[in-house]
């Protein structure tokens, strides 16, 4: 695998009607459209869609706070949102900072697919 699309944060307490740290409405719907359109075109191309989304741990008050307590692990809102188009195969990984290559489970999985890739040049 030389190629991946990561689609991140693409979450309900951030896109839905009910959203607690929610993004500009008028932005909502163009985005999903485009975000899908290029899922698609990926998918045709064979290209993985990797989707990243944010689990905070409950017992994070401070920050959770700060978030207004969006994306918690488990919760309704720390699913993806459900206009996203989810590829039959779906790589999903969590992170629970901004950075998503935090996730050591998903930095593996790049690292030793990029390599599998590399040994079959």
């Known amino acids: 695998m030389n190629k991946a699309l990561l689609v ?11 959203a607690l740290m929610p993004v500009a409405k008028h932005q909502i719907d163009p985005l999903i459209t485009c975000i899908n359109s290029i899922i ?12 990243i989304g944010n689990e905070f741990e409950p017992k994070q008050f401070i920050s959770n706070w700060l978030r207004r307590n969006s994306a918690i692990k488990g919760s309704l809102g720390a699913k993806l949102d459900e206009r996203l188009i989810i ?6 990984f969590s ?17 030793e697919n990029s390599n599998q890739c590399k040994g079959n040049r």
């Open 8 to 18: 991140l944060d693409i979450q309900n307490d951030f896109l839905s009607d009910n």
């Open 40 to 51: 698609m075109k990926a998918d045709q191309l064979d290209i993985p869609v990797i989707y």
């Open 87 to 92: 590829i039959v195969n779906e790589l999903y």
């Open 95 to 111: 992170k629970n900072t901004a950075n998503a290559l935090s996730n050591l489970e998903l930095l593996s999985f790049l690292t």
